[in-house]
C-alpha cells in the first residue's frame, strides 16, 4: 500500500512512525492514540526521577495527555513513554524536580 492509500484511510494504525506523516497531515480518527506510539515522535524523553517524587499528584492533571500514571492508591507512578508528547507541562509543575525532559541518545 502507498503512502497516499493509507493517508486515504485515515487509518492510524497505518503510521508507525512520524517519519510516515506527510507534512501537516491529520489523523482525525477518534482515540488514535491507542493505536499510535506518539510518544516516539519527538526527539525527547521524559524521565521520572522516583527518589524525589514525594507522590503529590500535581503532575496529573495538568498532562494534556493523560499520561501520568496512577497506582492502586491512586498515586503518582509513573509517566506512559509511548504516548508523552514531551509538552513539558508537568515537569514545570512539578514541585520536587522529579520529571526531567532529557534528549534522546
Ligand atoms: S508533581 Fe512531582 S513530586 Fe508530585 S507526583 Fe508528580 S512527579 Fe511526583
Ligand atoms: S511532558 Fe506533557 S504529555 Fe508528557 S507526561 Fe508531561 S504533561 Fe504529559
Not at 50 to 68: L, R, S, Y
Request: hydrophobic fraction near 30%; aromatic fraction near 4%.
Amino acid at each position: 500500500m502507498t503512502q497516499a492509500e493509507k493517508n486515504a484511510k485515515n487509518d492510524p494504525s497505518e503510521y508507525t512512525s512520524w517519519k510516515d506523516l506527510p507534512i501537516g497531515a491529520v489523523i482525525p480518527t477518534a482515540g488514535n492514540s491507542v493505536k499510535t506510539l506518539t510518544g516516539k515522535w519527538t526527539p525527547k524523553k521524559i524521565v521520572h526521577i522516583q527518589d524525589k517524587c514525594v507522590k503529590c499528584n500535581k503532575c496529573v492533571p495538568v498532562c494534556p495527555e493523560a499520561c501520568i500514571l496512577k497506582d492502586k492508591e491512586g498515586k503518582m507512578c509513573g509517566v506512559d513513554v509511548e504516548h508523552c508528547k514531551k509538552c513539558g507541562i508537568c515537569v514545570s509543575e512539578c514541585p520536587f524536580d522529579a520529571l526531567k525532559l532529557e534528549d534522546m541518545e
